[in-house]
Nanobody, 123 residues
Framework: QVQLVETGGGLVQAGDSLTLSCAASGGTFSNLAVGWFRQAPGEDPVFVATISWGGTGTRYADSVKGRFTISRDNARNRVYLQMNSLKPEDTAVYYC????????????????WGQGTRVTVSS
C-alpha cells in the first residue's frame, strides 16, 4: 500500500512561486503514474498535472500550462510541482495521487491519494 504525503503549501502573493512535494512510502512508487489535483472551496477536485512512471510523459491542465512544471525523482520517491506566476485562482488544496497505467487526467484512474496541502494566493 502506497502512502503519499504532500508538503510545500502556504500563503503567497500573486506572481510568486511555490514548489509542492509529494513523498511516497510503503510500496513500489517508481512504476506508478503520479498526478496533482486541486480542490477549491465548494468545488470538486480538478486535474492539474500528471507524470508517467518514468518521467518522460507529462500532461497539464490548460489553466496551468506554461506556469506549472511536474517532475519526479524515483530514487527519492518524490514528485514535485513547481508553480510559477501564481494567481489568486490557483488557491486550493492540492493533492497528489498515484496509480498504475499511463498518464491520466481522470481522478478515478488513481488509487492512492495524499491528505493535501493548502495553497493560498493573495492578490
Amino acid at each position: 500500500q502506497v502512502q503519499l504525503v504532500e508538503t510545500g503549501g502556504g500563503l503567497v502573493q500573486a506572481g510568486d512561486s511555490l514548489t509542492l512535494s509529494c513523498a511516497a512510502s510503503g510500496g513500489t512508487f517508481s512504476n506508478l503514474a503520479v498526478g496533482w489535483f486541486r480542490q477549491a472551496p465548494g468545488e470538486d477536485p480538478v486535474f492539474v498535472a500528471t507524470i508517467s512512471w518514468g518521467g518522460t510523459g507529462t500532461r497539464y491542465a490548460d489553466s496551468v500550462k506554461g506556469r506549472f512544471t511536474i517532475s519526479r525523482d524515483n530514487a527519492r520517491n518524490r514528485v514535485y510541482l513547481q508553480m510559477n506566476s501564481l494567481k489568486p485562482e490557483d488557491t486550493a488544496v492540492y493533492y497528489c495521487a498515484a496509480g498504475p497505467g499511463i498518464v491520466s487526467d481522470r481522478s478515478l484512474d488513481y488509487n492512492y491519494w495524499g491528505q493535501g496541502t493548502r495553497v493560498t494566493v493573495s492578490s
